[in-house]
């Protein structure tokens, strides 16, 4: 049974399949070993992604733990530690059988306990608090089957199952006791996935081994992944032509795009991000004045250019976003507010709210905070808003930090005004669109949960009932009520979709361009030629 994607985000449905590891058929015979050097500008700060999202940790994370499914780039489920799985009729439980042959990298056997343990835990620290809320209890009748019992139905449920948002993590390590936020293991894993952990210098290094005791036949083909990471993008361009590093994903600098397509010997694409749905925003912190006023966010709205930034800054290469749910997406309202560029309109606002502007024409001072790393997406714009604000009597201090730990500190205890950040949809709003707006989700030291820490109650119940709504028109109409409010309350102001592209060498064969892309197991991946 094939599933579509407007299948996958509105309805659960009933669900039996059998192992079927590989997605692709090949003519030749894939070559086994050999190395794939990474590179990137993300730097995680520890290896656990059931306790931390974004691709800094679920790209090594992916191949260090596995997850119940994987995904293709159709958006269909195939098995992984679970060689099938069961949907009941009434949405309300999803029994796993997990292949029997699975062993954590330190010879343990991973058991429907750890499935308990992992769906438990995630559930209790991720930052996606809506992954999980669900889950009523996970049942283990025996060690190879684990029932997932829901309060409620939920339309993401098997979504949730995959790649790095649901690592299966060992209950005999992380189980200990310990606070599982400062593990220890959570910077010297051991997981059950295709590489198991050689070596992790934070901010420089990440050196993963085959598994040779891996659960799927043949696989992986590689003897081992190395993700070298630098905050210095021209030094990861030039590492990528000059062929010491053999692929760059998330690459979103569109001058940088357009020079890596001119190399004859990297193939680029845009596929492998389908599942992300990445928005680049400007957040407000909505509790510290004058950004406590709707009518302040509205006015910096109106003041800003969207489609400046796409269009100049960005060259083209990234497309507008008005919304928090992506617009690719059919859950998508066009009816939403868009804050086209209105001078008069924004200095209106800001008398009406009574911030006059003083002799020297200034009314206020802000200050705008960006992610490190990603100059285009990110400083640029905090530069261009500084600019574009002084122009309706806003002045922006724009602060940098050092690295993306400082600024992930920042923003998750509201030590800022406003802050450029990137953030994903993860395939489905109740994944990761819900987070960012509920009020029960603000909770100070997460990063990615309600920074902004906006609350309207109707906002609350919306996202509560589309959380659990498996009518796909019934859902959309509540998101189209949802993104309606917010866009009026203004939160955030929504700037673009990330233009992220994968550059690879030609002679890599199978780089993944499943919807998860790199953040998911990469099993096929082989050289051509030795």
Same mark, same amino acid.
């Given at each position: +049974?094939?599933?579509?994607?407007?299948?996958?985000?509105?309805?659960?449905?009933?669900?039996?399949?059998? &192992?079927?590891?590989?997605?692709?058929?090949?003519?030749? =015979?894939?070559?086994?070993?050999?190395?794939?050097?990474?590179?990137?500008?993300?730097?995680?700060?520890?290896?656990?992604?059931?306790?931390?999202?974004?691709?800094?940790?679920?790209?090594?994370?992916?191949?260090?733990?596995?997850?119940?499914?994987?995904?293709?780039?159709?958006?269909?489920?195939?098995?992984?530690?679970? =060689?099938?799985?069961?949907?009941?009729?009434?949405?309300?439980?999803?029994?796993?059988?997990?292949?029997?042959?699975?062993?954590?990298?330190? $010879?343990?056997?991973?058991? #429907?306990?750890?499935?308990?343990?992992?769906?438990?835990?995630?559930?209790?620290?991720? &930052?996606?608090?809506?992954?999980? =809320?669900?889950?009523?209890?996970? =049942?283990?009748?025996?060690?190879?089957?684990?029932?997932?019992?829901?309060?409620?139905?939920?339309?993401?449920?098997?979504?949730?199952?995959?790649?790095?948002?649901?690592?299966?993590?060992?209950?005999?390590?992380?189980?200990?006791?310990?606070?599982?936020?400062?593990?220890?293991?959570? #910077?010297?894993?051991?997981?059950?996935?295709?590489?198991?952990?050689?070596?992790?210098? %934070?901010?420089?290094?990440?050196?993963?081994?085959?598994?040779?005791?891996?659960?799927?036949?043949?696989?992986p083909r590689l003897d081992k992944?190395?993700?070298?990471?630098?905050?210095?993008?021209?030094?990861?361009?030039?590492?990528?032509?000059?062929?010491?590093?053999?692929?760059? %994903?998330?690459?979103?600098?569109?001058?940088?795009?357009?020079?890596?397509?001119?190399?004859?010997?990297?193939?680029?694409?845009?596929?492998?991000?389908? $599942?992300?749905?990445?928005?680049?925003?400007?957040?407000?912190?909505?509790?510290?004045?004058?950004?406590?006023?709707? +009518?302040?966010?509205?006015?910096?709205?109106?003041?800003?250019?969207?489609?400046?930034?796409?269009?100049?800054?960005?060259?083209?290469?990234?497309?507008?976003?008005? #919304?928090?749910?992506?617009?690719?997406?059919?859950?998508?309202?066009?009816?939403?507010?868009?804050?086209?560029?209105?001078?008069?309109?924004?200095?209106?606002?800001?008398?009406?709210?009574?911030?006059?502007?003083?002799?020297?024409?200034?009314?206020?001072?802000?200050?705008?905070?960006?992610?490190?790393?990603?100059?285009?997406?990110?400083?640029?714009?905090?530069?261009?808003?500084?600019?574009?604000?002084?122009?309706?009597?806003?002045?922006?201090?724009?602060?940098?930090?050092?690295?993306?730990?400082?600024?992930?500190?920042?923003?998750?205890?509201?030590?800022?005004? +406003?802050?450029?950040?990137?953030?994903?949809?993860?395939?489905?709003?109740?994944?990761?669109?819900?987070?960012?707006?509920?009020?029960?989700?603000?909770?100070?030291?997460?990063?990615?949960?309600?920074?902004?820490?906006?609350?309207? %109650?109707?906002?609350?119940?919306?996202?509560g009932k589309a959380a659990v709504?498996?009518?796909?028109?019934?859902?959309?109409?509540?998101?189209?009520?949802?993104?309606?409010?917010? $866009?009026?309350?203004?939160?955030?102001?929504?700037?673009?979709?990330?233009?992220?592209?994968?550059?690879?060498?030609?002679?890599?064969?199978?780089?993944?361009?499943?919807?998860?892309?790199?953040?998911?197991?990469?099993?096929?991946?082989?050289?051509?030629?030795?």
């Open positions: +049974m094939k599933l579509t994607r407007r299948e996958i985000l509105g309805s659960a449905g009933a669900l039996l399949v059998a &192992p079927n590891f590989a997605f692709r058929a090949h003519a030749e =015979e894939p070559q086994k070993g050999g190395a794939m050097v990474m590179v990137s500008t993300q730097s995680p700060r520890h290896l656990n992604p059931a306790v931390q999202s974004g691709a800094a940790t679920g790209v090594p994370g992916a191949q260090i733990f596995a997850s119940p499914l994987m995904f293709d780039a159709n958006w269909k489920p195939h098995p992984y530690l679970a =060689e099938s799985w069961k949907v009941a009729d009434d949405g309300l439980s999803v029994t796993l059988n997990l292949v029997k042959n699975a062993k954590f990298h330190d $010879g343990k056997p991973i058991t #429907s306990d750890d499935v308990k343990f992992s769906i438990e835990t995630i559930k209790a620290h991720h &930052p996606f608090t809506t992954m999980f =809320e669900p889950v009523s209890a996970v =049942e283990t009748p025996d060690e190879h089957t684990a029932t997932i019992r829901l309060a409620h139905p939920h339309p993401a449920l098997l979504l949730c199952l995959s790649s790095a948002l649901c690592p299966i993590i060992p209950r005999h390590i992380f189980g200990d006791g310990r606070d599982i936020m400062t593990h220890p293991a959570n #910077s010297n894993p051991v997981g059950s996935g295709p590489f198991r952990l050689e070596e992790f210098k %934070p901010g420089q290094r990440i050196s993963l081994v085959k598994n040779t005791d891996f659960f799927i036949p043949d696989r992944i190395i993700i070298t990471i630098s905050n210095d993008p021209n030094a990861i361009l030039l590492a990528v032509e000059n062929g010491e590093a053999d692929c760059y %994903p998330f690459a979103t600098a569109s001058q940088d795009i357009k020079r890596l397509q001119r190399n004859d010997r990297l193939d680029v694409t845009d596929k492998g991000f389908e $599942g992300l749905g990445a928005i680049n925003w400007l957040a407000f912190n909505t509790k510290k004045p004058p950004l406590d006023k709707k +009518m302040v966010r509205q006015a910096i709205g109106y003041a800003i250019d969207r489609n400046f930034i796409t269009k100049a800054l960005m060259r083209g290469v990234a497309k507008p976003q008005r #919304s928090p749910i992506i617009e690719s997406s059919p859950f998508f309202n066009p009816k939403i507010p868009a804050y086209d560029l209105d001078l008069d309109k924004a200095n209106a606002l800001l008398d009406q709210a009574g911030h006059k502007a003083g002799s020297d024409g200034m009314r206020f001072k802000l200050t705008v905070d960006y992610i490190p790393g990603a100059p285009e997406q990110q400083e640029s714009v905090a530069q261009y808003l500084k600019s574009q604000l002084k122009k309706v009597g806003i002045d922006v201090e724009v602060r940098a930090s050092p690295d993306f730990p400082t600024w992930a500190k920042r923003i998750s205890n509201y030590d800022f005004d +406003m802050t450029m950040d990137a953030v994903y949809n993860w395939g489905d709003p109740v994944i990761g669109v819900h987070r960012t707006y509920l009020s029960s989700n603000i909770r100070k030291g997460v990063i990615w949960s309600n920074t902004q820490r906006y609350s309207n %109650p109707k906002v609350d119940e919306l996202l709504e498996m009518d796909f028109a019934k859902r959309k109409a509540l998101y189209d009520e949802f993104q309606m409010i917010v $866009g009026d309350d203004l939160p955030i102001y929504w700037i673009n979709a990330l233009p992220y592209h994968s550059a690879y060498d030609k002679r890599i064969a199978d780089f993944p361009e499943t919807i998860w892309g790199t953040m998911q197991s990469i099993n096929d991946t082989y050289w051509k030629k030795a």
